[in-house]
């Protein structure tokens, strides 16, 4: 096996799973990784629906056919999968996430909290963080400032977030998403990677 990309340790990495509510950030701190730390490797999900315009198939998703995602759940392929909006799947694949932990690379996994329940139950050894908004009156918001939902469906993700809120108990960690740069300096502090200046872990 090729050496270690330089950050990482030697042996088995441990797998950090973020989750959090719905508009709390998990997708541009996972990102802010993705663009600041590159010794960690970022878990890319599965998906049965089409690419859409600027996605790139094995950097955003993985995109594959109903058929393949049945083929990969039944042969146990799949970490954790779910049916969103009742019409594609999303899941996140285990070989490359084994391959890369038996390779000593820090690995990130950004999901869901169902995701993130399914993970805890196959590999239980990994540690889970919890993305917080600042306030509720912040998660309000950033949704409602995504423009992206009408008011009908921004009601239905609030009542979810709440229903997630709720969940933070679950998890090792929770770290506040008030400034993206300092809560990806937090999440990589937690995972045991150098950060720049004094990252400090929890709320």
Do not use: C
């Amino acid at each position: 096996m090729s050496a270690s990309p330089a950050g990482t340790v030697p042996g088995p990495a441990r797998l950090t799973v973020l989750a959090g509510p719905t508009a709390v950030g998990k997708g541009t701190v996972s990102a802010d990784v993705r663009d600041r730390y590159p010794e960690v490797w970022l878990s890319v999900s599965a998906t049965t629906r089409a690419p859409r315009p600027g996605e790139v198939d094995g950097v955003h998703y993985l995109f594959v056919s109903p058929e393949e995602f049945d083929r990969m759940v039944a042969e146990g392929q799949m970490l954790e999968w779910a049916l969103v909006h009742g019409r594609n799947r999303y899941g996140t694949p285990r070989g490359p996430v084994e391959e890369h932990l038996a390779a000593g690379v820090p690995t990130l996994l950004e999901i869901d909290l169902q995701g993130a329940r399914q993970v805890r139950e196959s590999m239980p050894e990994a540690q889970f963080v919890f993305l917080a908004p600042p306030s509720w009156e912040e998660l309000e918001r950033r949704l409602v400032g995504r423009g992206t939902e009408d008011a009908e469906e921004r009601e239905r993700r609030l009542a979810t977030a709440r229903v997630e809120l709720a969940a933070e108990a679950e998890f090792d960690v929770t770290i506040v998403n008030d400034e993206v740069r300092h809560a990806t300096d937090r999440l990589v502090s937690f995972m045991g990677l150098a950060v720049g200046g004094n990252a400090q872990v929890g709320r």
